[in-house]
């Protein structure tokens, strides 16, 4: 199970967890309704890397 710290705008937010097998995990990583409108950068940090894993993203939604 990759954990996974995230962080908005350089505050922690939570730990996600996202483990290997597609039906023990969600399809969204991290989201958030109560961001203010303009500019936010999001960052995430793997807290348990493996040699023989990878974690992808492969888009991020924005709702205005």
Do not use: C
Not at 12 to 18: L, Q, V
Not at 20 to 44: F, I, M, Q, V
């Amino acid at each position: 199970v990759a954990e996974i710290d995230v962080f908005v705008d350089g505050k922690f937010r939570e730990t996600m967890k996202a483990p290997a097998n597609s039906h023990n995990r969600t399809a969204e990583l991290y989201w958030t309704y109560d961001l203010k409108k303009g500019t936010h950068e999001l960052s995430l940090k793997w807290k348990n890397p493996n040699g023989e894993a990878k974690v992808n993203t492969s888009r991020i939604l924005i709702y205005e």
